[in-house]
């Protein structure tokens, strides 16, 4: 396996981009509202089309009416590729994507998350030719699968990462939890933040009492009550349940409690059933998903997150950058933006004691709250802006095609 290529290996030419543009092919197994698909498109978006020639391969359950224009980005649709194991179709796709791969004549081929990373990579791999970059975006082997699933997706992470050339790692903690795995190996990763436009989030956090006052109104908010976000897409790995069962415990004491639930999916109708259940019907919202979060933070008083794995989670930089105080779960990525006790909380996941007890004390503590939320934006550095991350990126496909080409 070869080790990434540094700097110095860039010719001055292809550094000044007069060489012919670089041929590449995305592979995404589907584009939903999440953090991974959103890193593939300003990816996708974002590079320079005067250097680059960019394809984007996609399975089915894609929305692509939400990804909006990409221009200068041809989509491949691969409908065999779908998210759950499927012999068949999985054969199917493989085929597809290597005659696809064979075709299109790409120097880089880089994938993103399980299925079309898995695929992607095996189907360059059996082309032979391109460089093969896998970004990983989570864990796909972690802790909350049974024993036997556990090794199955270690086992084809393994298997994939002897023809991987370069891994990239959305933060630190997905990296480590790679290697300590036996996942490749040191050399061939490289850790480039999730990018994400910060400047509507770092304006909320600005926003003046009488704007803000106004939002609340807007949202059918009094100045007395205390509003709690969570911004999370609606499935079982996010977690809900726990805050729920928090929220069932603290309303006796804080009656000017309320809280909203931002996004969509799957489990939004069991998700308001159990609210009802719970009691705490009269103080939940679910808005759906809102293109507004910006706007919805500066609204709220708190931000909580509840996912049990995640790869880095953007809502918690967003959340820091908005100037709100966190309460997390402790799941990957959330050492990297939460520090304890300065700009929010972390806690153990699934201990709904300990979050209850964080979640109160931010609740009861309007001044330590507030100070937690101000200490936010000083912790989102330029590691998460999407320039930043394409700037890196680019690099490294600099790197990687060069030296190849050597």
Known sequence: MSLSPSPSQIPSERRRGTYPPI???????????????????????????TRYVVDLAVGSGSELDLVGPLDG???HVVPELKRDPDPWNDLMALFKLAALIRGGGYQIVHTHTAKAGFLGRVAAALVGGPTIIHTVHGVTFHE????????FYLALERTAARFT?????????????????GVGTPQTYETIYSGMPLKEYLEAGQMSETERQGLRAELGFEPRHRVVVMAARLE??????????????????????????LG???????????????????????LGHRHDLPKVLAASDISVLTSLWEGLPRVLVQ?????KPILTFDVEGAWEVVREGR??????????????VRLDILLSQHARARALGEAGPGEVTQRWTVETMLERLDDLYQRWTSRRAA
């Open 23 to 49: 041929r590449m092919l995305h592979v995404i197994t589907r584009m939903i509202r999440g953090g991974a698909d959103e890193n593939t498109l300003y990816t996708v978006r974002g590079l320079d089309k």
């Open 73 to 75: 980005v041809r989509v």
């Open 144 to 151: 909350h699968l049974s024993p036997a699933q556990r090794w």
């Open 165 to 181: 050339d370069q891994f990239v790692a959305v933060g630190e903690d997905v990296k480590n939890i790679y290697l300590r795995s």
């Open 236 to 261: 079982e790995r996010k977690g809900h349940v726990y805050l729920f069962e928090a929220l069932e415990r603290l309303k006796p004491r804080h009656p000017d409690l309320r809280v909203l639930i």
């Open 264 to 286: 969509d999916g799957p489990m939004r109708a069991e998700l308001e059933a159990r609210c009802g259940r719970l009691g705490i019907a009269d103080i939940v919202s679910f």
């Open 319 to 323: 959340s820091a950058a908005a100037g």
């Open 343 to 356: 700009n929010g909380f972390v806690v153990p996941s699934r201990d709904v004691d300990t979050f209850t």
